[in-house]
């Protein structure tokens, strides 16, 4: 399985920024698919998660301002991030849990990671 991630960047504060994430390699069924963020010197957060029923979960930190959604048909899931803040300054990463495959499940696979920069 791979994954590809799109849409960081460098956003003023109270702007909006939408990523992407595409997986690809023989997948038949995506069960819970996500993202995380880990700022400079801090541990690896979660910011959502989308289950393939639409099921959702959000950090606390999101406070209504992050979207999470997902396309089963292409393997897809995004997050549309508004009234971004300096502190959601961050390398954001795809995350993607028992997928099935041609050859099985599979397990905890994590996207390179894409930079998101908000400015004051």
């Known amino acids: 399985v791979q994954l590809v991630e799109s849409g960081g960047g460098l956003v003023q504060a109270g702007g909006s920024v939408r990523l992407s994430c595409a997986a690809s390699?023989?997948?038949?069924?995506?069960?819970?698919s996500g993202w995380y963020r880990q700022a400079p010197g801090k541990q690896r957060e979660l910011v959502a998660l989308i289950t393939s029923g639409g099921k959702t979960n959000y950090a606390d930190f999101v406070k209504g301002r992050f979207t999470i959604s997902r396309d089963n048909r292409k393997n897809t899931v995004h997050l549309q991030m508004n009234s971004l803040e300096p502190e959601d300054t961050a390398v954001y990463s795809c995350?993607?849990?028992?997928?099935?495959?041609?050859?099985?499940?599979?397990?905890?696979?994590w996207g390179p990671g894409t930079q998101v920069t908000v400015s004051s």
């Open positions: 995350y993607l849990d028992q997928v099935l495959t041609m050859g099985g499940y599979e397990y905890n696979h």
């Open positions: 390699g023989n997948i038949i069924s995506i069960s819970v």
